[in-house]
């Protein structure tokens, strides 16, 4: 077979490896057996050496380094159970990640979609700021990187360079501030595991929505733009219709949460396909289809983000289990207070986003070692928050995140220009200020 012919066939045989690490992490996430979750490692781990020798682009080399670098730190300490640990985290958020193109399905094939996408065509340009950071920061809850294909079709006329570089600019804006508060999003996934059993999940949650929600009235206030006020009532019940099955998915989520203690991502895992399944039904053939299409599409190019699951989170368990790594945080924590740890992580995920690397490395491997530095749920919530800035700074502005790639490609505007302008400085405002609190606080 020739090698070309072989890729094209592993292709295809991603989404039937998707779909069993999805029922192997529900199974892990149902039952206190160990074996299943060890399974879906392995075979998270199957997928991410299948990336690493079909692709030869920057993914490849990040995932051998991290996962190398793993391996042989656990070779030298004799920690293969912290590599089993760091696999099966990975595939949990493998699954977890697979359920968010799968919930991107259920917008994308909303009957309604259009009549949202229309009423945005004609605006000043204030209003066009505040209805594409409106849209953006909405459609984001459910679509992450989706939310692009949403806005796009506003611009599709314009011609002016200038204004489709503002009008990208105020869409991954509000893209980014959904980041603070969604729970359907990988880096809330990450963090929320990361930081584990001590963090109040609802306060994390309530705490990043209030800041998101001062982020997005400041540039109102300032009159930089302002909300539409030509919005009819059937585009409001247009825009009911389309994310009424998210609405619906983000109680149930909560629920399954603080009622019955499962985490964000396993709680998504379980609703996420029933719920898929149900609306199929509901919409009809034409809509399953599309919703079909739309998943499947992306399973097949799944392997390189797995593959960047399986490094970090590997790399991650293992250098959290080495004492003298949680002496030295300790001592750091202890010499100059947890506040200079959160100052640290935002710093630590935003510079290295900033220059190519992807935030679920930089945001893993910090959170979980300065966890445990935290000495209370203030601290911690803190802590969360800070991953969620420097990950919401990567999706506005950096070259290392996937959303912010996209955006620029689906916009047609310069990735460089866009990563300098309007939203790097409003960023970094936003995290200068948060670690002036933290340093305050201690």
């Known amino acids: 077979m020739k090698p070309v012919a072989g890729w094209l066939a592993w292709s295809r045989l991603l989404p039937g490896l998707v779909l069993l690490l999805l029922l192997l992490a529900a199974w892990t996430s149902l039952s206190d057996m160990v074996l299943p979750g060890r399974i879906a490692g392995l075979l998270a781990l199957l997928i991410a050496i299948g990336a690493v020798l079909r692709h030869s682009d920057f993914v490849r080399w990040i995932a051998l380094l991290l996962g190398g670098s793993g391996a042989v730190l656990a070779f030298l300490r004799d920690d293969w159970m912290a590599v089993l640990d760091g696999l099966s985290r990975a595939a949990i958020f493998a699954s977890f990640l697979a359920c968010l193109y799968g919930l991107r399905s259920f917008v994308q094939s909303a009957p309604r979609l259009r009549e949202v996408q229309d009423a945005f065509v004609a605006f000043r340009p204030a209003s066009r700021r505040g209805a594409v950071q409106f849209l953006g920061l909405v459609f984001s809850v459910p ?3 989706g939310t692009v294909s949403v806005v ?15 009008t990208a600019s105020w869409a991954l804006r509000g893209m980014g501030l959904a980041v603070l508060f969604s729970p359907f999003t990988v880096a809330m996934g990450v963090i ?3 930081l584990g059993e001590r963090l109040s999940f609802g306060l994390l949650i309530g705490s990043g929505f209030l800041l998101a929600l001062t982020l997005v009235a400041i540039p109102h206030v300032l009159g930089i733009c302002r909300f539409p006020r030509r919005l009819s009532p059937q585009f409001w019940q247009a825009l009911g219709w389309v994310l009424l099955p998210v609405l619906l998915l983000i109680v ?8 019955f203690g499962f985490s964000p991502p396993e709680a998504t895992i379980l609703l996420v396909p029933p719920m898929g399944l149900l609306l199929g039904w509901i919409r009809g053939q034409s809509a399953r289809a599309q919703m079909m299409s739309v998943t499947l599409d992306a399973w097949r190019r799944f392997d390189s983000e797995v593959s960047i699951f399986v490094g970090a989170l590997v790399f991650a368990s293992v250098i959290t289990s080495v004492p003298e790594i949680a002496s030295l945080v300790a001592r750091v924590a202890e010499d100059f207070g947890p506040g200079a740890l959160i100052a640290i992580a935002m710093v630590g995920i935003a510079v290295p986003t900033a220059l190519g690397l992807h935030m679920v490395v930089t945001v893993t491997i910090l959170l979980t070692v300065f966890a445990p530095a935290m000495p209370d749920s203030l601290h911690l919530v803190l802590l969360g928050l800070a991953g969620l800035l420097g990950w919401a700074f990567g999706a506005m502005t950096a070259l290392g995140s996937i959303a912010f790639l996209a955006a620029t490609r689906i916009f047609d505007v310069s ?22 609190i933290s340093l305050v606080i201690g």
């Open 252 to 259: 149930a989520n909560l629920t399954l949460v603080f009622s």
């Open 192 to 194: 929320t595991s990361a």
């Open 415 to 436: 990735a460089y220009r866009l990563a300098l302008g309007r939203n790097l400085r409003f960023m970094t405002a936003v995290m200068l200020l948060l670690i002036v």
């Open 143 to 145: 679509l992450a990187v």
């Open 152 to 166: 796009a079709p506003l611009i599709a006329r314009q011609k002016d360079p200038q204004v489709r570089e503002e």
